[in-house]
T-cell receptor, first 114, second 109 residues
Framework: ETGVTQSPTHLIKTRGQQVTLRCSSQ?????VSWYQQALGQGPQFIFQYYREEENGRGNFPPRFSGLQFPNYSSELNVNALELDDSALYLCASSQQSGANYGYTFGSGTRLTVV | RKEVEQDPGPFNVPEGATVAFNCTYS??????FFWYRQDCRKEPKLLMS???SGNEDGRFTAQLNRASQYISLLIRDSKLSDSATYLC??????????FGSGTRLSIRP
């Protein structure tokens, strides 16, 4: 059973650029959620996808968008990057909505915006 | 007020000690509760789910108090390997997953 994999592991972008982060969910999981974790803080919920539809969203602006594909892998897109977007971006997958089973996390993508 | 609040610590306790963390949440409609553990520069890993009846997994005991809107984690006979940040997680009714900011625990020999 493969776990959650994220790519790339590290990324440096310039302010104003756009970035796409990718996530492959764990086998058997159909729900993917994305988080932003700043240094010394807990992960902040960005949004969740269940069967290719967004079914939950945190307090992030519309320039944070996502997709889930038929194989349940997912992308996080961030437009018009700002310096404060520098963080660790975590993807997590679960069975169904995760309410009963918890989430399995990938090791994250560390994004630096300069 | 934050939706989920934790004492950030750090808690610095000797090996073998018992340590307890609390986490409060503001949304009374919250459905599910978990404790995660996060080691330095690693991803969070599920430690245990939390139920009103309380649940135990070896040295770890978790408890949910819906009336007072808090969850707790008790670690008995702490080991050096328990040093980590412990995150409480609340799953709300609006498909939102809220993490606390984490409690840092350091076990000293």
């Amino acid at each position: 059973e493969t776990g959650v994999t994220q790519s790339p592991t590290h990324l440096i972008k310039t302010r104003g650029q756009q970035v796409t982060l990718r996530c492959s969910s764990q086998s058997g999981h159909n729900t993917v959620s994305w988080y932003q974790q700043a240094l010394g803080q807990g992960p902040q919920f960005i949004f969740q996808y269940y069967r290719e539809e967004e079914n939950g969203r945190g307090n992030f602006p519309p320039r944070f968008s996502g997709l889930q594909f038929p194989n349940y892998s997912s992308e996080l897109n961030v437009n018009a990057l700002e310096l404060d977007d520098s963080a660790l971006y975590l993807c997590a997958s679960s069975q169904q909505s995760g309410a009963n089973y918890g989430y399995t996390f990938g090791s994250g993508t560390r994004l630096t915006v300069v | 007020r934050k939706e989920v609040e934790q004492d950030p610590g750090p808690f610095n306790v000797p090996e073998g000690a018992t340590v307890a963390f609390n986490c409060t949440y503001s949304n009374s409609a919250s459905q599910s509760f978990f404790w995660y553990r996060q080691d330095c520069r690693k991803e969070p890993k599920l430690l245990m789910s939390v139920y009103s009846s309380g649940n135990e997994d070896g040295r770890f005991t978790a408890q949910l108090n819906r009336a007072s809107q808090y969850i707790s984690l008790l670690i008995r006979d702490s080991k050096l390997s328990d040093s980590a940040t412990y995150l409480c997680v609340v799953y709300s009714s609006a498909s939102k997953i809220i993490f606390g900011s984490g409690t840092r625990l350091s076990i000293r020999p």
